[in-house]
DNA sequence: TCGTTTACAATACGTTCGTATTGTAAACAT
DNA sequence: ATGTTTACAATACGAACGTATTGTAAACGA
């Protein structure tokens, strides 16, 4: 009945919706229609905020993108010493909802039919591991290879937060793993 | 025109086009149609070797793990040592073509929706697990966390084969920060 | 030899897809 | 006061989906 409404909040709704349908379903349950029922709007609003389907699922991986960055700068407390900000980085990755592991899963294998998602995913992977190898400088000073490690400690505790997804094994056996490979980079890798 | 077929064999074909399809267009656009036409054959002759579409994705699923696992067995060479061994298992995983990864990642990301897929990964990703592991036992002896190690070892193949994937890094990158984990685990991890 | 089975194609069917079009009522600009 | 936007719903439409049904010709068992 209104008028303006919030442009950017709206779509940020409906992508929400996607999203959600996606780790629910699977991305190929990823219909307008079915968008439009999870956010209890009509099939037309949908339309009417974005242009098309490819214009939805973008939002859509872009804000699991944003999610996932927002997790984490949550978790690192700013006034920290860099090793356990590091720490808590890598947890916050490890303790992800399936829903963020999941929808990236789905996202990243779109990735080759898709080359907007492909950069997309490509640019967030490399500012990944650049933010994670300065904080591997800041903890262990510049004798390591910072990029390598920042590579190796996101590779593990992406494995691990795969693992944890899929029942394998416990949040606590997960984070014994990686404070095993953060003791390897830092002495006292103590919480 | 003739009679008997191989239908082992026919059932086989029909799934690598299906996974030739989700690797080139994604997942969305497996549709029997689609398979049909990449196989070269009829629709209603997908129909015949499966009863539906999903009986299609789960081999398909299925033979893709089967083709991840013939790549480790080939790669590894038997009267190797340990150490050897497990160096080529894992730079097998990282050597795996954009083809498994990317299958690997939409199947994976259909497991909250198909129960069956998710035990399928989840029993293949613990035997994998469980498999390096023993490597691990027999390359540092039994002093070390073997499936803690192997998990470490896992991922981070796995991160150094998606970041291959999208291009951020290339092969003796990835081998060398592949070897310089190993590094930490073995002595003498040189080729 | 003859009926059954099998490999395969063709097509029909109801559903659902993405998109286009149209309608309506509320807010704004003038 | 009025005409243009804007938020939203409804529906229409052709294409494509998964599946069911039917047809045909070749190989087999009897």
Redesign the pocket.
């Known amino acids: 009945?209104?008028?303006?409404?919030d442009?950017d909040a709206?779509r940020g709704e409906i992508a929400r919706a996607a999203l959600r349908l996606c780790v629910r379903e699977g991305l190929a349950?990823?219909?307008?229609?079915?968008v439009a029922a999870e956010a209890s709007?009509?099939?037309?609003?949908v339309?009417?905020y974005f242009?098309?389907?490819?214009a939805l699922l973008q939002l859509a991986a872009t804000m699991q993108r944003r999610d996932i960055e927002s997790a984490v700068a949550a978790a690192v407390h700013l006034d920290e010493p860099p090793r356990t900000a590091l720490r808590q980085v890598l947890l916050a990755l490890v303790n992800l909802g399936t829903e963020q592991i999941l929808a990236g899963h789905a996202f990243l294998a779109s990735t080759a039919a898709n080359p907007q998602l492909h950069r997309l995913y490509r640019e967030g992977s490399s500012a990944a591991t650049a933010a994670v190898a300065r904080l591997v400088t800041e903890a262990c000073g510049s004798a390591v290879a910072a990029e390598a490690e920042a590579r190796i400690l996101l590779g593990v505790a992406g494995a691990l937060a795969d693992a944890r997804m899929l029942g394998e094994i416990s949040h606590s056996a997960a984070v014994e793993i990686l404070d095993l490979q953060l003791s390897r980079l830092i002495a006292d890798s103590a919480s």
Do not use: A, D, N
Request: hydrophobic share 25%; glycine share 8%.
């Open positions: 009945m209104p008028k303006r409404v442009h709206r349950s990823v219909t307008i229609g079915r709007i009509s099939k037309g609003l339309q009417h242009p098309t389907k490819e």
